[in-house]
């Protein structure tokens, strides 16, 4: 069942038989709404809703789930912000009530925004840790213009800048526009649609427009540092997830990244031994599509590291072979139906459907396109995109550039 409310909120149902039931909520105000100057606003504001809501403070609503056996979670990514239950089916009405309380009454006081802030601090500290989160957080700020330069957590700069009068602010852009609402369970359908009346029925405002995505590519950086390893990022444009082209380009990254099988981990790490960790893998930025690559290596074999992985973009051109296309829709396929096979999952992919595609895909539909799709459609796709003018950062003791020079930083 898909129920569009007059507010702008969607409501999509599916019945599935068994004791439990999921329910999700994706707004579609991310990271990329941040207030210019306080990045972070938005991971921050989603910690702080379970501070205390509706007539419960912050333990009481923590009891009021776990006494429930409630399993809550949520999420921030730049595009969207999403809240999930799941438990036992006799439950649902007390779940929504309770998502309906953080969403829309949370308490927001002033003094358990503190200990958010202190624990987004920390998180944010604690890169220094991991060089290659670091790589990946510095190829962001270079690759694309804001409000998709920073990471979802934020910069230090916006932490520290963030108050409860400008996280309160955040909050008000919540609401039904745009909104979609997912649950999966074995329920009546008018039953469902009359709790979630009940409780967002009358909710209002919200509908923020997704930012365009400037990608600025075509560039290679280093970052000095004294890792014993050096860690390669490669970024590269994809097709996005409304064209013609994404599922069968997600077959092809398949048959390069997929894996023992595929051919980053053939060339690159058992041919070669350059590094001890090579892989790619596609992120959608605002509607737009990129593929992520990663390589860890020494200092030593980074140029040639780079100088392979780069060559194995450049070789998809000219196609992938039978066997690595029955590979690669076979992993696909396998993926999509684990994926769904939990209510949990398949309450997420409603909402990810719905805010991304304006549509909800039925899992037979999904395995229908993949089982139609052909060696000669990938290959196609392949010749007509080629990956070019990548985007290229390492870190690390040397500079790794492109056609195998390499200097010392």
């Known amino acids: 069942m898909l ?21 999700e909520l994706r707004l579609p105000l991310g990271a990329a709404h941040d ?5 972070g606003t938005a991971a921050v504001l989603e910690e702080w809703l379970h501070k205390g809501a509706g007539n419960l403070d912050a333990r009481a609503l923590a009891d009021a789930f776990d006494d429930l056996g409630l399993r809550r979670g949520g999420s921030v990514t730049h595009e969207s912000t999403r809240f999930s239950v799941s438990g036992l089916r006799s439950d649902f009405p007390r779940a929504l009530t309770l998502l309906a309380d953080v969403v829309r009454r949370p308490h927001l006081q002033d003094g358990e925004l503190t200990s958010v802030l202190d624990l987004a601090r920390q998180d944010l500290e604690s890169l220094a840790d991991s060089p290659a989160d670091q790589l990946a957080v510095r190829l962001r700020e270079l690759a694309f213009a804001r409000p998709y330069a920073h990471p979802v957590s934020g910069t230090l700069a916006g932490i520290a800048a963030i108050t ?14 745009g909104a979609a609402l997912a649950v999966v369970g074995d329920f009546e359908e008018q039953v469902v649609h009359d709790l979630v009346t009940v409780h967002f029925g009358d909710w ?18 280093h970052q000095p540092d004294d890792s014993q390893q050096t860690h390669i990022n490669v970024l590269f444009r994809s097709p996005g997830p409304t064209e013609p082209g994404w599922l069968a380009f997600h077959v092809a990254l398949g048959a390069l990244a997929g894996g023992s099988a595929s051919r980053l981990f053939e060339e690159v790490r058992e041919k070669r031994g350059l590094a001890y960790s090579v892989g790619a893998s596609v992120h959608v930025t605002g509607r737009d599509g990129f593929v992520w690559a990663y390589a860890g290596s020494t200092p030593g074999r980074a140029a040639q590291t780079l100088d392979v992985l780069l060559n194995e973009f450049a070789r998809l051109r000219q196609g992938v072979t039978s066997e690595e296309f029955e590979r690669a829709r076979t992993q696909l396929l396998a993926a999509t139906v ?4 939990t209510a949990r999952g398949r309450a997420s992919a409603l909402t990810r459907d719905w805010l991304t595609l304006g549509a909800v895909r039925a899992l037979g539909e999904v395995r229908r396109d993949l089982e139609a799709l052909t ?7 392949l010749a007509e995109r080629p990956f070019e003018r990548p985007a290229v950062m ?9 056609n195998g020079a390499h200097a010392l930083a």
């Not at 996280?167 to 008000?172: D, I, L, Q, T, V």
Request: hydrophobic share 40%; net charge negative.
């Open 164 to 177: 409860p009068e400008t996280a309160r602010a955040f909050h008000s852009r919540y609401g039904s526009r």
């Open 35 to 39: 207030p210019a100057g306080q990045e």
């Open 204 to 221: 209002q405002g919200g509908g923020q427009e997704l930012p365009a995505v400037i990608f600025q590519g075509d560039f290679v950086r």
């Open 338 to 341: 684990f994926a769904a096979e």
């Open 375 to 381: 060696l000669a459609d990938v290959n196609e796709l």
């Open 3 to 23: 129920h569009p409310f007059q507010s702008g909120l969607t409501l999509l149902f599916e019945r599935r038989p068994g004791p439990g039931f999921a329910l």
């Open 394 to 402: 390492s870190l690390g003791q040397g500079a790794v550039l492109r």
